[in-house]
């Protein structure tokens, strides 16, 4: 019998990932939402301990977020991620982790607190970033519905998503329908 690590964090790295790499968002004011105190705050408080400084926390993650955001953006392009974002997410990768119970009993991987909070955020989001790109990569998209440039995971039966959201799929619908109108009217 093989060895197996199970990681029941990894649905929760999965989406981290993904809700950081989005914190960069052109359809959001601000558009860097890590740079706003106050909702950097109530983005990472939940995963902090409670004297950690989470707006600090947040300004210190954002080089992160942007290599994250980038190997997102290329995979979801159906690019390969080029050798120094590889790099870097390998180094970002680096983290001491132990084995644990969770709050629940149930046996898990757990970064050792006595990390900083940016370096166990940043190991964290990159497991979860490798977790989606070795799972199911083309399921790794962008929104169509420009200026939207939400990242997300295509969960969908067909596996045809190409929005974040209903409300963006709409905006993209209104704008096709609206150009049609001009080049026939
Ligand atoms: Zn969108």
Same mark, same amino acid.
């Given at each position: 019998?093989?060895? &197996?690590?199970? &990681?029941?964090?990894?649905?929760?790295?999965?989406?981290? =990932?993904?809700?950081? =790499?989005?914190?960069?968002?052109?359809? @959001? #004011?601000?558009?860097?939402? &890590?740079?706003?105190?106050? $909702?950097?705050? +109530?983005?990472?408080?939940?995963?902090?301990?409670?004297? +950690?400084?989470?707006?600090?926390?947040? /300004? *210190?993650? /954002?080089?992160?977020? #942007? $290599?994250?955001?980038?190997?997102?953006?290329?995979?979801? =392009?159906?690019? +390969?991620?080029?050798?120094?974002? @590889?790099?870097?997410?390998?180094?970002?990768?680096?983290?001491?982790?132990?084995?644990? %119970?969770? *709050?629940?009993?149930?046996?898990?991987?757990?970064?050792?607190?006595? %990390?900083?909070?940016?370096? @166990?955020?940043?190991?964290?989001?990159? &497991?979860?970033?490798?977790?989606?790109?070795?799972?199911?990569? +083309?399921?790794?998209?962008?929104?169509?519905?420009?200026?939207?440039?939400?990242?997300?995971?295509?969960?969908? !039966?067909?596996? /045809? %998503? /190409?929005?974040?959201? !209903?409300?963006?799929?709409?905006?993209?619908?209104?704008?096709?329908?609206?150009? @049609?109108?001009? #080049?026939?009217?």
């Amino acid at each position: 019998m093989k060895i &197996l690590l199970t &990681l029941n964090s990894l649905e929760e790295a999965m989406s981290f =990932a993904i809700d950081l =790499a989005n914190t960069h968002d052109p359809m @959001r #004011d601000p558009v860097d939402s &890590l740079a706003d105190a106050e $909702i950097a705050t +109530e983005f990472l408080r939940p995963l902090l301990e409670d004297e +950690e400084d989470a707006a600090r926390i947040g /300004r *210190d993650l /954002r080089p992160h977020r #942007d $290599i994250l955001r980038k190997a997102f953006l290329d995979l979801a =392009a159906g690019l +390969e991620n080029d050798q120094s974002t @590889r790099q870097r997410l390998e180094t970002a990768l680096e983290s001491d982790w132990k084995l644990g %119970q969770d *709050d629940e009993g149930k046996v898990a991987v757990f970064p050792r607190q006595k %990390q900083s909070a940016v370096k @166990r955020l940043v190991s964290w989001s990159t &497991l979860g970033f490798f977790a989606l790109k070795q799972g199911a990569p +083309e399921r790794l998209r962008v929104c169509q519905s420009a200026p939207c440039e939400e990242i997300f995971h295509d969960k969908t !039966k067909a596996g /045809r %998503q /190409r929005f974040c959201s !209903k409300r963006c799929g709409t905006r993209f619908n209104v704008a096709q329908y609206r150009s @049609r109108e001009r #080049d026939t009217g």
